[in-house]
């Protein structure tokens, strides 16, 4: 089964249901109805009731709700609500850190989307991926320099940021999960840091990225788009394969076998092509 395709996780404040579907018709692949970092301490269960009304009222919409981490006093209840709304498509964990979290909130028999953004989180990555019921990983970037004691921007940073994105790669393909989510890029006006960002996520083998405002997913959409030229070549590979059932052939003087059709499928996929 093709997985689904996610090159943009869009965040709304809960807080803020009026803007849950300007965020709906941004274009992005979900969009992310948050009750963590947006919403301040005493708006907790007034923005977790502003979403149950939202939910009530749109029975045909499909979100992914950030709940609170499993350490806060409304962990409990973001998972009550969001297990009595069938238009949450996923819950995304925030501070995941142990396969006993993700199970606690998989109890809600909803697809656990866990975000690794401490150090704990990240040692614990392979049992994380592995637990049942997770969906695919997200890397919490800022939160996991914020609890490494990183200084932003600089190449030491870089280096060890790196390195936690490799782990939640690198786990998420062992477990066989959809293609991970790489952390937010703070630069809201910075369109040319955003297109960078995306285009070394793409690169680094992410499936896409969390944003936080919706003049960031058409940048992210065309990094992760691949050329014209790439998707016509990947078409003609698949066309061939198909046609000839041959696991080896020649198309345009180059040997195409099993490594170059598989390639040729991701690329088509990561289209939202069928191959």
């Keep these: 089964m093709m ?42 269960d007034s923005a977790r009731e502003a979403l149950c009304d939202f939910l009530g009222t749109n029975p045909g919409v499909r979100l992914w709700v950030r709940i609170n981490d499993a350490s806060t006093a409304w962990h409990d209840d973001d998972l009550k ?14 501070k995941a850190e142990t396969q006993a979290h993700v199970r606690h909130a998989a109890q809600a028999g909803i697809d656990i989307v866990p975000i690794l953004e401490t150090a704990d989180g990240v ?19 800022l939160d996991y320099g914020l609890d490494l004691g990183l200084t932003s921007d600089s190449d030491g940073a870089g280096v060890v940021l790196d390195h936690a994105r490799v782990q939640v790669l690198l ?23 955003m297109q960078a960002a995306a285009c070394r996520a793409r690169d680094m083998g992410f499936g896409g990225m969390l944003c936080i405002h919706p003049a960031q997913v058409g940048i992210i959409h065309r990094a992760f788009a691949p050329p ?16 000839s059932g041959a696991g080896t052939f020649m198309l345009e003087g180059k040997m195409v076998d099993a490594p170059v059709i598989a390639r040729a499928r991701q690329l088509l996929q990561r289209a939202g092509e069928q191959s």
């Design 3 to 44: 997985q689904t395709v996610v090159r943009t996780a869009l965040f709304v404040p809960a807080s803020r249901p009026e803007r849950i579907p300007k965020a709906l018709a941004s274009g992005a692949d979900t969009v992310i109805v948050d009750l963590e970092d947006a919403v301040e301490h005493l708006a907790k």
């Design 81 to 94: 609500a969001c297990r009595n709304h069938p238009g949450v498509a996923a819950i995304v964990l925030p």
């Design 123 to 141: 040692l614990n990555a392979a049992e994380i991926a592995a637990t049942p019921g997770v969906q695919r990983l997200a890397f919490g970037s």
């Design 171 to 193: 786990r998420s393909r062992s477990a066989g999960l959809a293609p991970a989510l790489d952390g937010v890029f703070p630069g809201v006006q910075d369109t040319a840091g």
């Design 228 to 243: 014209a030229a790439d998707l016509e070549w990947a078409r003609r590979v698949v066309a061939v394969h198909r046609d």
